[in-house]
Nanobody, 121 residues
């Protein structure tokens, strides 16, 4: 099976920066779209950023300018650079990838376990 392993979370002061990374492991032939989502307490899940297999990024208007998504297809990773963080960015962040399994035509939407980001003084 495939797994998405997230790293880079933690606590940071307002105005600080963090880089999240996500690595896909397993019997992978290729990876399509990848994305980061987040969910804060008492709020709905929201999309943070997406990136296609051809490295075309997209961001919601509220995220644009502060967050940058990138990927390295050879390393099977997707990263999220977060700048000028504020307390409203506090949430559990989830990595997402659409993964084609080796030896099959199956495409599997795959989610990471989630990694905590806390922004506070």
């Amino acid at each position: 099976q495939v797994q998405l392993m997230e790293s880079g979370g933690g606590s940071v002061q307002p105005g600080g920066s963090l880089r999240l990374a996500c690595t896909a492991k397993g019997n992978i032939l290729s990876i399509g779209n990848m994305a980061w989502y987040r969910r804060a307490p008492g709020k709905q899940r929201e999309i943070v950023a997406t990136i296609t297999n051809t490295e075309v990024p997209n961001y919601p208007a509220s995220m644009r300018g502060r967050f940058t998504i990138s990927r390295d297809s050879a390393k099977k990773t997707v990263s999220l650079d977060m700048n000028n963080l504020n307390p409203d960015d506090t949430a559990t962040y989830y990595c997402y990838a659409l993964i084609k399994l080796m030896g099959t035509a199956t495409v599997l939407p795959t989610w990471g376990q989630g990694i905590q980001v806390t922004v506070s003084s």
